[in-house]
């Protein structure tokens, strides 16, 4: 059974500290997508890859937000420093460019609290 | 610009109908879609629609497609408890898989 798994599922830091979020995107995808939600906002769209290439990461604050994916298999979302306004549930989603449904299989989410 | 929209919120009783509307702007989309959330999980598709149809029909599930006003709901039948969740519209744009979602609709269902 082909999942999208994300870890850590629950992060509590304090703020000004580090936080890497890891996403393992379903094998064989292409394209890896990461959205943080929060009550006030929604879901919001802050970065994506295609064949591990950063294709848009507007939605991204530049500072101190950074998206990777060192390989096929794995993609990070680092936060340094966080803040208490970072504190969201960040969910990562896999799918595959050229299946016209184009849909995408979301991960279990990492909830953040920052202190 | 793209941005799609719906209610945030729909209180029914169970065993009644629930209808949960949305609007678009891209008429480029290929697909519309309706993705569910469930407490604690991530969204997952729940079901789609091709733009060049008017309905679809999935079990307890319609979807109807208003081209003209951009236009998207949801029906869902005999609505029960595990319907609760937060249902999301999305619209597709620009390639790569991209999907640009409304706010969501928190749908309540109560005895």
């Known amino acids: 059974d082909a999942r999208v798994t994300q870890t850590p599922r629950d992060k509590v830091t304090e703020m000004g500290q580090e936080v890497t979020m890891r996403c393992q995107p379903i094998?064989?995808?292409?394209?890896v997508f990461w959205y943080r939600q929060t009550m006030m906002q929604g879901l919001e769209l802050l970065a994506y890859?295609?064949?591990?290439?950063?294709?848009?990461d507007s939605g991204m604050p530049k500072d101190r937000f950074s998206a990777e994916m060192p390989d096929a298999t794995l993609a990070t979302l680092k936060i340094q420093p966080s803040e208490p306004r970072d504190s969201a549930v960040y969910f990562c989603?896999?799918?595959?460019?050229?299946?016209?449904?184009?849909?995408?299989?979301f991960g279990p989410g990492t909830r953040l609290t920052v202190l | 610009g793209e941005d799609v929209e719906q209610s945030l919120f729909l209180s029914v009783r169970e065993g009644d109908s629930s209808v949960i509307n949305c609007t678009y702007t891209?008429?480029?989309?290929?697909?519309l879609y309706w993705y569910k959330q469930e407490p604690g999980a991530g969204l997952q598709l729940l079901t789609y629609?091709?733009?060049?149809?008017d309905m679809k029909q999935d079990q307890r599930l319609t979807v109807l497609l208003n081209k003209k006003d951009k236009h998207l709901s949801l029906r869902i039948a005999d609505t029960q408890t595990g319907d609760s969740a937060i249902y999301f519209c999305?619209?597709?744009?620009?390639?790569?898989?991209?999907?640009?979602f409304g706010a969501g609709t928190r749908l309540a269902v109560h005895p």
């Open positions: 989603a896999s799918g595959l460019v050229g299946t016209s449904l184009n849909e995408q299989f």
């Open positions: 094998l064989g995808h292409n394209t």
């Open positions: 890859f295609r064949n591990r290439a950063p294709l848009d």
């Open positions: 891209d008429s480029s989309s290929t697909y």
């Open positions: 629609i091709f733009s060049n149809m």
């Open positions: 999305a619209e597709s744009t620009g390639g790569y898989n991209k999907l640009i």
